[in-house]
């Protein structure tokens, strides 16, 4: 049910002297509710948990058969400039890169990124504090205390295929952040984007001899060559079933016996879900049990496998091990 202070009441059509609003809006408020946030330069945080409703009605109904042209037409006019490039929504919305979650968007969620523009501001302030944002940012630390904590057990090299590496912001946190025993590792990315490796080969500029590149689609990459640990960050959220278990057996044997592979999936219990869906960002979503049972179908051992979660709960990643003989 949508709710707001009486003090905050927008719309006097409706009864002020009630703090509940009707529990199944009409379509003129669901643009009302739109236009009154756009014309205060987007919401405030005590905006933020009726836009959050508002969002999950908003996302039903475009989600609908009664959604047509005449109405997207309208949603788009009344969002305006709120909805286009200058904020981190447009960007997922209107994905000038050709593809959902490209390597610009998330680099802004890893950095925070809020428009300097005071006008479209508060629409990225309140993007960033979603669970989901926050979940993407935490990958930089999940994937860092793992590699720190493997330093700390061997005085080897280690070798990481990186898949998918994007901007390669988790690659410069890792870089910056270990020091000088960060000399030992060796990062091989697979990025199909020209663009998204010339942006992380800037990034990590200081740290080039330690990475290297390979433009080229993860299903077509074929190398005989084993790591330590196959870290896909976020690419199996884009993957179907038949896919997913496809590119699992694949990096098997992109893995030594004894190295891991572990594999970040958006959990289907998601509460940002309903604001992905409504800037046009899909994902094939799951749950433990899904990436358990998906895992198995496989031919992987359930007792080499455990799901863990970074601390929103909302990116889960499955640990395998590689528990074959060199």
Not at 313 to 322: A, C, D, K, R, S
């Amino acid at each position: 049910m949508l709710t707001s202070p009486v003090s905050d009441y927008p719309f006097p059509k409706y009864n002020r002297t009630l703090t509940l609003k009707p529990a199944k809006p009409n379509r003129e408020y669901l643009f009302d509710y739109l236009s009154y946030l756009v014309k205060k330069n987007g919401p405030s945080k005590k905006d933020y948990h009726e836009l959050n409703e508002w969002i999950i009605e908003m996302s039903n109904w475009t989600g609908s058969p009664e959604w047509d042209q005449d109405l997207q037409s309208r949603f788009l006019s009344t969002w305006g400039e709120a909805i286009s490039t200058k904020t981190i929504q447009g960007f997922i919305f209107h994905k000038p890169h050709g593809y959902a979650g490209d390597f610009e968007v998330l680099d802004k969620l890893y950095t925070n990124h809020l428009c300097a523009d005071s006008r479209y501001q508060r629409w990225d302030e309140f993007l960033q504090s979603q669970a989901g944002a926050a979940a993407v940012r935490n990958r930089k630390k999940y994937i860092r205390n793992i590699i720190t904590k493997k330093l700390s057990r061997t005085n080897k090299p280690i070798n990481i295929l990186n898949i998918g590496s994007g901007s390669g912001r988790d690659m410069f946190d890792i870089f910056t952040a270990i020091g000088d025993e960060s000399n030992r590792i060796h990062f091989v990315c697979i990025e199909q984007d020209q663009d998204a490796i010339d942006f992380a080969s800037r990034l990590c500029e200081k740290f080039i001899d330690r990475i290297s590149f390979h433009k080229v689609n993860v299903i077509k990459y074929n190398q005989n060559i084993q790591h330590d640990i196959v870290w896909a960050a976020g690419i199996f959220d884009y993957f179907s079933d038949r896919l997913f278990c496809r590119m699992l057996k694949k990096m098997l044997y992109f893995t030594k016996p004894g190295g891991e592979i572990i594999v970040g999936n958006f959990s289907n219990t998601n509460p940002t879900r309903f604001y992905m869906r409504l800037v046009r960002w899909f994902l094939h979503s799951r749950s433990s049990q899904q990436l358990y049972s998906l895992a198995q179908s496989c031919g992987i051992s359930r007792i080499n496998m455990k799901v863990k979660r970074e601390k929103t709960g909302v990116n889960l990643f499955l640990h395998i091990q590689n528990k074959k003989k060199a």
